[in-house]
């Protein structure tokens, strides 16, 4: 069974471009979480969603930030006009329905944004 | 928001040594979660719990959740080589029913052989 995948690994984007990190679920699992972690910090929450609804954006940036779980492919979250700022690791985890122990949370290796 | 303060931030022992973490906040978890992360990775899954005062035993990692619902701890007892990482608590705040996880900074632990 393969577990969450993200894709890509790492991912360099000059100031103003746009970056497209996505995160394909697994197996049987539709709810998604995107987590951003800073260097030398914790994971903190970004965004929650099922298939095609956004449950819980409250950790999202206002602006420039968009996350999408569609009906069909992997979620994807969409970074507009990266700033320097913007450079962390973003991990997404996945769990089969929502009230699911944190036991069966699943997350994947992350992609690794560089902003230059 | 809720916040986790764990300490301490580093440690470096000798193989064989035990060792004990711990997580704090001033807000109640329902939830208390034990992770390893390895670099170039996400992180892992040590121990869950999910009642307070509970002890739960992973091998040679034991973890416990606070009585008041604010704190945890991590021990991890005959350290070994592989046991370096960054270990980090997690908790998920009462009043939540999804996996909307509060983490703390993180413990970075190295082992000398």
């Known amino acids: 069974n393969a577990g969450v995948m993200q894709n890509p690994r790492h991912l360099v984007r000059r100031r103003g471009q746009e970056a497209r990190l996505r995160c394909s679920p697994m197996k049987g699992h539709s709810h998604v979480y995107w987590y951003r972690q800073l260097p030398e910090e914790g994971l903190k929450f970004m965004v929650y969603?099922?298939?095609?609804?956004?449950?819980?954006e409250s950790g999202m940036p206002k602006e420039r930030f968009s996350a999408e779980f569609p009906k069909e492919g992997p979620s994807i979250l969409r970074i507009q006009q990266v700033v320097r700022g913007d450079s962390a690791a973003y991990f997404c985890?996945?769990?089969?329905?929502?009230?699911?122990?944190?036991?069966?949370?699943?997350f994947g290796s992350g992609t690794r944004l560089t902003v230059v | 928001g809720q916040q986790l303060n764990q300490s301490p931030q580093s440690m470096f022992i000798q193989e064989g040594e035990d060792v004990s973490m711990n997580c704090t906040s001033s807000s109640i978890f329902n939830t208390w979660l034990w992770y390893k992360q390895e670099p170039g990775e996400g992180p892992v899954l040590l121990i869950a719990l999910y009642k307070a005062g509970e002890l739960t035993s992973n091998g040679r990692l034991t973890a416990q959740f606070g009585i008041t619902r604010k704190d945890s701890f991590l021990n991890i007892s005959a350290s070994i080589p592989s046991d370096v990482g960054i270990y980090f608590c997690?908790?998920?705040?009462?009043?939540?029913?999804?996996?909307?996880?509060?983490f703390g900074q993180g413990t970075i632990l190295t082992v000398h052989p």
């Open positions: 985890a996945s769990s089969p329905q929502d009230g699911t122990p944190a036991c069966c949370y699943t």
């Open positions: 969603l099922q298939k095609e609804n956004i449950i819980d």
């Open positions: 997690a908790g998920i705040p009462g009043g939540t029913s999804y996996g909307k996880l509060t």
